[in-house]
């Protein structure tokens, strides 16, 4: 028999998907969704679809964008330097630093040879 009600079970194994949450953090994570009023859990739900369906690739640079086009590769003030990164956030975490002032090429994830993961599949032909 489970610890936990089946509704909250499930939650908990949505909750861990999300890469680095465990049974523990899950079922917190659970329980204060529980707490929440029906409003902040439907603005939850909606944040989480929304976020899905609004973020695509950007079509120059393969960067997380809300529109065809991202912000970098937008800004006309950018040099002509690509910093090729592993993913979007690596990008973020380089623009956060606010000192690198060229453009970026953002691949879908690193090679692995162990788990099959070659150059076909990280995006690195664009
Ligand atoms: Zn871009």
Redesign the pocket.
């Known amino acids: 028999m489970s610890e936990y009600l089946l509704p909250i079970e499930v939650l908990m194994e949505q909750f861990r998907k999300l890469p680095g949450v465990g049974r523990k953090t899950a079922a917190r994570y659970a329980l204060s969704v529980l707490d929440m009023s029906n409003e902040a859990c439907e603005a939850f739900a909606t944040a989480l679809l929304d976020a899905k369906t609004k973020i695509r ?7 997380l ?1 809300d529109m065809e ?6 800004d006309e003030n950018r040099i002509g330097v690509i910093c090729v990164v592993e993913d979007a956030k690596a990008l973020m975490s380089i623009e956060r630093i606010r000192d690198y002032r060229g ?2 090429h ?1 691949l879908d994830g690193v090679l692995s040879p162990v788990k099959g993961i070659g150059p076909d599949r990280i995006g690195l032909d664009k």
């Open positions: 690739r950007c079509s120059v640079c393969n960067n964008t086009i991202c912000s970098v590769c937008a453009r970026y953002v």
